[in-house]
């Protein structure tokens, strides 16, 4: 029974390895002293990670309001993202798919979305009136 669960695991060497890296990544970042310079808070502005670290500590512990009062965009879009290019990559690894990210039309749409989604989330974050002023860390 065991070695029915793991058989598929050791087809998929570098998506276990990237989910591997980023878990670590995370931990790292969750778990560090030290506090990691942004070019966005230098500048006195709220950069489109910021709070994110927060952000993942408040999922860590399940609570999902706090985490999206620290950092909405990447708690709705950045990490449902990194779980489906997670999948795309098993799949790809195991024969069912042939890219990550969709060819041709809609994948330059999606990056295009994903890029402007971006963007706009830092513009409103920092725009210093109502409703707006909520969207800061």
């Known amino acids: 029974m065991r070695a029915a669960l793991v058989r598929p ?3 998929l060497p570098r998506t276990l390895s990237a989910a591997a890296g980023l878990v670590a990544a995370g931990t790292l970042l969750v778990l560090s002293p030290f506090d990691f310079p942004c070019v966005f808070a230098a500048a006195g502005l709220d950069g489109p ?3 994110g670290t927060r952000m993942l500590e408040a999922l860590l512990v399940g609570d999902l309001p706090r985490a ?3 950092n909405a965009f990447a708690a709705v ?3 449902p993202l990194v779980a489906a290019l997670l999948v ?3 799949r790809c690894e195991l024969g069912r798919a042939r890219s990550l ?3 041709g039309a809609r994948g330059l749409v999606c990056a295009h979305l994903l890029a402007g989604g971006l963007v706009l989330w830092t513009v ?3 725009l210093p009136v109502e409703p707006f002023t909520v969207l800061a860390t």
């Open 68 to 70: 999206l009062g620290f």
């Open 88 to 90: 795309a990559g098993a």
């Open 9 to 11: 695991l050791l087809r």
């Open 101 to 103: 990210w969709p060819a």
């Open 124 to 126: 409103l974050r920092n």
């Open 49 to 51: 990670m910021c709070g």
């Open 77 to 79: 879009v950045l990490l």
